[in-house]
Nanobody
Framework: VQLQASGGGLVQAGGSLRLSCAAS????????MGWFRQAPGKEREFVAA????????NYVDSVKGRFTISRDNAKNTVYLQMNSLKPEDTAVYYC???????????????????WGQGTEVTVSS
């Protein structure tokens, strides 16, 4: 599967962005999906994940209540709605996919076999 992330940009603190990750292939609904981010000079970190059906989600504590991950399997797309953005959310955001029969979410990057190219989010103070 190939992944194409989009939707990044420059936003003021307190603002919102919605990231999209479009996947190729006809079996998107069989893949668990995740969003990760990497800030300058820092290691990549988990942000959010969603199970293949969308029935389960998981978030890193720092974004809980502000970010929402969702998916539309008919459109082969996963979204990350980001509200109340903070300067510390500035990073390149990557989507990732892993085929999974289980109704599960995965927070470890090593679980994922497929990665998108990243979209940059900059939050100004």
């Amino acid at each position: 599967v190939q992944l194409q992330a989009s939707g990044g940009g420059l936003v003021q603190a307190g603002g919102s962005l919605r990231l999209s990750c479009a996947a190729s292939g006809r079996t998107f609904s069989r893949y668990a999906m995740g969003w990760f981010r990497q800030a300058p000079g820092k290691e990549r970190e988990f942000v959010a994940a969603i199970s293949w059906s969308g029935g389960r989600t998981n978030y890193v504590d720092s974004v809980k209540g502000r970010f929402t991950i969702s998916r539309d399997n008919a459109k082969n797309t996963v979204y990350l709605q980001m509200n109340s953005l903070k300067p510390e959310d500035t990073a390149v955001y990557y989507c990732a996919a892993q085929r999974s029969a289980a109704e599960a979410t995965y927070s470890g990057g090593y679980y994922y076999s497929y990665w998108g190219q990243g979209t940059e989010v900059t939050v100004s103070s």
